[in-house]
């Protein structure tokens, strides 16, 4: 399995960015998609995941009302649209796949990683 990540880049505070992820070796069939990030010195931490089926997602609190995760099964691809982006959204962001919701959203774990793609958003 392959994640490769896309649309990271330098933005200023306001705009709207749209990642995406492409995954291959695999239908990703039942899988939880997600996205991560890590900012310099910090910890990675949990951003939003979708079910396969799309009906359930989940989002940190500080991207609730400003991020909004899709999938489109067919093309194995997960996106993560940001908008109203804040310096503090600077951060290398990465995408993962589990099989299990809670492994992503509760241990902040999951099987697949992609390499990342950095945003930065200058203010």
């Known amino acids: 399995v392959q994640l490769v990540e896309s649309g990271g880049g330098l933005v200023q505070a306001g705009d709207s960015l749209r990642l995406s992820c492409s995954g291959s070796g695999s239908n990703f069939g039942g899988q939880v998609m997600a996205w991560f990030r890590q900012a310099p010195g910090k910890e990675r931490e949990f951003v939003a995941a979708?079910?396969?089926?799309?009906?359930?997602?989940y989002y940190a609190n500080f991207m609730t009302g400003r991020g909004t995760i899709s999938r489109d099964n067919a093309k194995g691809t997960v996106y993560l649209q940001i908008d109203r982006l804040e310096s503090e959204d600077t951060a290398v962001y990465y995408c993962?796949?589990?099989?299990?919701?809670?492994?992503?959203?509760?241990?902040?774990?999951?099987?697949?990683w992609g390499q990342g793609t950095q945003v930065t958003v200058s203010s």
């Open positions: 979708i079910s396969y089926s799309g009906d359930s997602t």
């Open positions: 993962a796949v589990d099989a299990l919701m809670v492994r992503i959203t509760e241990n902040h774990d999951a099987k697949y």
